[in-house]
């Protein structure tokens, strides 16, 4: 039932701009954590920001003053706007839907591609 349907990924050139959105159904969204994440060659899945239920937001070093997250609760949907973009953020990202309850299972997003080449 829980549903996280992403758009926005593609190719762009470093310096370019790109967004990504994430749609969410199947959950109280109003209650969730919701966040991105990154899979880049060579390293792990890691964080790339996330958003509180309460609105406030963590964004990764990596991407500080390049990427920002938001929220819209009426829409269920959260954003990714990435400028300024890097051959280093290349890489798959997928959407997180975090329950309140720490100790609960999260759900992810089938991923978008997001590649930064010339």
């Known amino acids: 039932q829980v549903q996280l349907v992403e758009s926005g990924g593609g190719l762009v050139q470093p310096g370019g701009s790109l967004g990504l959105s994430c749609a969410a159904s199947?959950?109280?969204?109003?209650?969730?954590?919701m966040g991105w994440y990154r899979q880049t060659p060579g390293k792990q899945r890691e964080l790339v920001a996330d958003?509180?239920?309460?609105?406030?937001?963590n964004h990764a070093d990596s991407v500080k003053g390049r990427f920002t997250i938001s929220r819209d609760n009426a829409k269920k949907t959260v954003y990714l706007q990435m400028n300024s973009l890097k051959a280093e953020d290349t890489g798959v990202y997928y959407c997180?839907?975090?329950?309140?309850?720490?100790?609960?299972?999260?759900?992810w997003g089938q991923g978008t591609q997001v590649t930064v080449s010339s």
């Open positions: 997180s839907a975090q329950p309140p309850v720490s100790t609960a299972i999260r759900s």
């Open positions: 199947g959950i109280i969204f109003n209650l969730y954590t």
């Open positions: 958003i509180t239920s309460g609105g406030t937001t």
